[in-house]
């Protein structure tokens, strides 16, 4: 007999619990807290984007955020540079903090975009790329497939905040 069943069958009641919280944090937890971030409920962009935007090279003119959610971090170039975002959410979905005066939005993963870079699909000799916390979820080999991608398409400006996120399910 296996931990799980020996559990459930000297602790009933315990076992419940338990299982009531693991549908709670896979379904109802995670859920709420990925909200958070397609829904604007967070407007406050990261300060590090303030506080580096006046040593941002004056040759760049994008702005590209991997996994921009409702788009908080937009708010620090809107009206100053090209704002282009990806993200894994129908962009239906996303209730944006704010109308962006010059936004591209386009649905797709990480993955895929280190494809189009690949293909040479979008010179990125302008561009300032932002990422905080998404590439956590890319394996090494993709995190270091995109940003040999990136390289080869000409971008030399990067912030990847890593986001220490330690949520074990």
């Known amino acids: 007999m296996g931990v799980k069943s020996t559990l459930k069958t000297l602790f009933p009641s315990v076992h419940r ?8 944090l896979r379904d109802g937890f995670l859920k709420e807290r990925w909200n958070t971030y397609y829904d604007g409920v967070v407007k406050v962009p990261e300060r590090c984007l303030e506080e580096l935007k006046p040593r941002i090279p004056d040759h760049i003119d994008t702005f590209l955020n991997l996994g ?70 890319v394996s090494p080999e993709g995190q270091k497939r995109f940003y040999d991608a990136c390289l080869a398409s000409g971008c030399r400006n990067f912030i990847f905040n890593p986001r220490n996120y330690s949520l074990v399910l």
């Not at 619990?17 to 709670?24: I, K, P």
């Open 17 to 24: 619990r338990f299982a009531l919280a693991r549908v709670y």
């Open 68 to 137: 921009c959610g409702a788009g908080r971090e937009f708010q620090t170039f809107d009206g100053e540079m090209k704002l282009w975002g990806i993200d894994i959410v129908p962009p239906s979905r996303i209730r944006w903090v704010k109308p962006f005066k010059n936004l591209t939005y386009e649905q797709c993963s990480v993955e895929d975009l280190t494809k189009r870079l690949e293909r040479r699909e979008h010179d990125l000799t302008h561009t300032l790329i932002y990422s905080s916390g998404v590439l956590m979820y």
